[in-house]
């Protein structure tokens, strides 16, 4: 049997400021095997508000992908790096998936730690 099979997978979703920290942050993860990829997506806009005041800025959106058990690590270390008081980190899980792929992405991340 298939170790995917007793895993879970997710996608973490979170937004920068710029393409060098959404970078940093990337290659922070994927070193410490937290993450097997982390997709940088094209600037967007976010319109929110914040502190009673409605704001338009341009951010950087990326894509982690990771297992479900490492979540809160790749919670702790965006945390740890990112520049917003508040930032978005939002996971989603992967339902299905191509077998072969996600077994790629099993051996590209750790066992958590405790």
């Known amino acids: 049997m298939s170790d995917t099979l007793?895993?879970?997978?997710?996608?973490?979703?979170?937004?920068?400021p710029n393409q060098t920290i959404a970078e940093t942050m990337a290659?922070?993860?994927?070193?410490?095997?937290?993450?097997?990829?982390?997709?940088?997506?094209?600037?967007?806009?976010?319109?929110?508000?914040?502190?009673?005041?409605?704001?338009?800025?341009?951010?950087?959106?990326?894509?982690?992908?990771?297992?479900?058990e490492l979540v809160k690590q790749v919670e702790q270390a965006i945390l740890e790096h990112h520049p917003y008081e508040l930032p978005e980190i939002i996971s989603v899980p992967i339902e299905q998936g191509y077998s072969p792929y996600l077994e790629w992405l099993l051996a590209q991340t750790s066992t958590p730690s405790s």
Request: glycine share 2%.
């Open 6 to 16: 007793t895993n879970k997978f997710c996608l973490v979703l979170s937004n920068f």
């Open 27 to 68: 290659e922070v993860l994927v070193n410490k095997q937290l993450a097997a990829c982390v997709n940088i997506l094209a600037p967007c806009t976010s319109i929110y508000h914040w502190q009673g005041k409605l704001h338009q800025d341009q951010e950087v959106p990326v894509i982690i992908k990771t297992r479900e």
